[in-house]
């Protein structure tokens, strides 16, 4: 199918089955009742205590070309729950891969919006999201950490969050500690707060968006977390604007001014959990005037003639994305992956040939790649099937901020006019 075929009018309809999985997501909040508690607790642990490994250098490129068949899994809906869970002891002691994949699995991943989801300004926040580094802070037993989504250790530190410091919070239980979900901003050396899994040894995994974003506002004021940082609170914690989606809400979000570097907006379902691992019920959406890289970069910062996409090598040979259930964009053959020493778990690196991504009815059917080489061992996981599809589209085709207003309602020339005007300034 040829790019321009790809194109919809101004209001879009949608073009995958994303707004499906959103009702799943919500319908399973109600059906499973986790453990949040002890899933805390294992996670808090296990930022403090996991071991970094050095970054390796990527792997060299090959150029074995194959043309490969997509396949989306059966629709037997498995199940959304977290990432394998271990005891305490068990995640501490986990290093390299496992490590690497299991931390980054107890994020809750936005999947890329590829449809405007309904009811948009009444179900959903917005908010411009901050250029940096995602990771989990964690403070506890007088220390507070941050690690990146890979399991990487940034920084070690005291804070002025719960049991975040030697000299503060000394009577509070061994109990007590927080979790935050944040973006270390480089510029400013700030970490901004986009939500809140753990408050003083409370869990909030099944707690509402809405009920987490008011606590997160609240409980970082009242410890004096976003005060100027000083001996004892070495960094400054802040948090980001969030808007109801609707035109105001998203026209601040868009064009406002912010302290930090926006990198696209972040999109979050007001009844959703935190949920771990790829979710539908929160969404990123970038464009070339709220995000510097709008299309993935290379090693050496530049954007790639053909867009590039990472898949892991499954047991039998398939290549899968990191979603749950994945989606199969092919196979390699035996004899290849012999050749080339490649085993089950490896991340491998293709790129979009002219062939493209062949649609019928609107669906994905099969992908023309080339392969490039392995991943850069330091990735935890394969990308998701809504990235790689945001990727295409934005080359092809891409879900504009026009789309996402007139989801909400109606603009008229006035208001068209005014956006574009703040837009040039």
Request: glycine content about 6%; proline content about 5%.
């Amino acid at each position: 199918m040829a790019p321009h075929d790809l194109r919809r009018p101004f209001k879009r309809p949608a073009i995958s089955d994303q707004q499906r999985r959103r009702d799943l997501s919500l319908l399973r909040q109600k059906e499973n009742r986790l453990d949040a508690q002890r899933r805390a607790r294992c996670l808090a642990s296990s930022v403090l205590s996991f071991q970094s490994e050095p970054k390796s250098p990527s792997q060299e490129q090959s150029h074995f070309e194959l043309e490969l068949e997509l396949e989306i899994e059966p629709d037997a809906e498995q199940h959304q729950g977290p990432a394998t869970t271990y005891d305490v002891r068990q995640a501490s002691k986990l290093r390299g891969t496992d490590a690497r994949r299991w931390f980054a699995k107890q994020l809750m991943l936005p999947e890329w919006m590829i449809d405007v989801p309904p009811n948009l300004n009444t179900d959903w926040y917005v908010f411009a999201r901050p250029a940096g580094k995602r990771c989990f802070v964690v403070s506890s037993n007088g220390t507070t950490v941050s690690r990146l989504r890979n399991g990487i250790l940034l920084h070690r530190f005291p804070s002025a969050l719960p049991n975040g410091a030697r000299i503060n919070n000394v009577s509070r239980s061994g109990q007590s500690y927080c979790i935050l979900d944040c973006i270390f901003h480089e510029p400013d050396q700030t970490y901004y707060v986009i939500d809140m899994v753990c408050w003083a040894g409370f869990s909030l995994y099944e707690c509402t968006a809405e009920f987490r974003f008011f606590w997160l506002n609240s409980k970082l004021v009242e410890v004096g977390a976003c005060d100027t940082p000083s001996t004892f609170h070495k960094y400054r914690f802040a948090t980001v604007p969030v808007y109801n989606c609707d035109q105001e809400g998203l026209q601040t979000a868009y064009i406002g001014p912010v302290p930090y570097v926006k990198d696209g907006l972040l999109f979050y379902n007001k009844h959703a959990h935190y949920q771990t691992g790829n979710t539908p019920l929160a969404l990123v959406w970038k464009d070339e005037n709220c995000s510097e890289y709008v299309i993935d970069t290379d090693s050496k910062g530049q954007v790639p003639n053909q867009q590039q996409l990472v898949l892991e090598l499954q047991d039998d040979g398939r290549l899968a994305t990191s979603d749950d259930p994945s989606v199969i964009f092919g196979w390699l053959n035996e004899d290849f992956i012999q050749k080339t020493g490649l085993h089950a778990g490896n991340l491998l690196r293709f790129a979009v040939n002219d062939g493209g991504l062949s649609f019928v009815d609107g669906k994905l059917e099969k992908a023309d790649l080339q392969y490039l080489g392995q991943s850069n061992r330091a990735r935890a996981f394969a990308d998701s099937y809504s990235k790689v599809m945001f990727q295409y589209i934005v080359r092809h085709s891409p879900l504009k901020i026009e789309h996402l207003f007139a989801s909400i309602g109606p603009l008229g020339d006035g208001d068209i006019a005014s956006h574009d005007v703040e837009m040039a300034a």
